[in-house]
């Protein structure tokens, strides 16, 4: 079993404040990342795939960064707006295994 | 829209029951994922298929069995139902071992048993 970490657990921002949140795993073998983006009674849905050290991806307001030496990939959204909110999960695969591991998730609030 | 579908959304099962979860998917895609999620809990793979007529166990596999005889379907089953088998349950898809593809999520079933 893969131990990855997310932090914090929850977190409330103010309506168009720009915002980041942490994923950390283990650094050695490491193969990919990904981003899941969860609201509330709906399913995740994917964000984010990245496999090399120093990569960087964006979606609209939403970026995110990985370290695989150091074993963290944050990801920031800028300018917060009410439809941000949702639960925001980070996985990785453990080598040799066939599926990811997921964190346990940050969930944000963005308060108008 | 193409996707992955889960039936049924919602069940409540006394103990001791059985019942099945159906997976769906269009996509052709090869691996099929069971997770189960509770709360202050991540999700938790039960069992997954990575491709037609295979089968293997996960994280968290006691209590469920499953079968994917059509590589559209994958099944998963509780013989006997218990109570620490309440949770959501999701099924996912992916095209290849889901490295470097993300997972395409079904919306969930919610059991409760009683």
């Keep these: 079993i893969l131990n990855v970490e997310q932090s914090p657990q929850s977190l409330h921002v103010q309506e168009g404040d720009s915002t980041n949140f942490t994923c950390s795993f283990p650094s050695s073998n490491f193969y990919a990342l990904h ?3 969860w609201e509330t009674a709906k399913s995740p849905e994917a964000l984010f795939v990245m496999t090399l050290n120093g990569d960087e991806k964006k979606k ?20 917060s707006q009410p439809e941000d909110s949702a639960t925001y999960l980070c996985a990785s695969p453990q080598t040799g295994a066939n599926n990811l591991f997921f964190g ?5 609030t963005v308060i108008p | 829209n193409a996707g992955v579908t889960q039936t049924p959304k919602f069940r409540v099962l006394k103990t001791g029951q059985s019942m099945t979860l159906l997976c769906a998917q269009d996509m052709n895609h090869e691996y099929m994922y069971w997770y189960r999620q509770d709360p202050g809990m991540g999700l938790r793979l039960i069992h997954y298929s990575v491709g037609e007529g295979t089968t293997a166990k996960g ?39 889901g490295f470097l ?3 395409t999520f079904g919306s969930g079933t919610r059991l409760t048993v009683v």
Excluded at chain 2, 77 to 97: D, I, K, N, R
Aim: net charge positive; with cysteine.
């Design chain 1, 60 to 79: 609209g307001r939403i970026s995110a960064t990985l370290n695989t030496k150091e074993g963290y990939s944050y990801l920031y959204i800028k300018g």
């Design chain 1, 35 to 37: 981003w899941y983006r």
């Design chain 2, 59 to 97: 994280e968290v596999p006691d209590g469920y069995n499953v079968s994917r005889l059509k590589k559209q379907n994958f099944l998963l089953g509780l013989e006997s139902a218990a109570p620490s088998q309440t949770s959501v349950y999701f099924c996912a898809s992916s095209y290849s071992s």
């Design chain 2, 101 to 103: 593809y993300g997972y």
């Design chain 1, 104 to 108: 346990t998730g940050t969930r944000l």
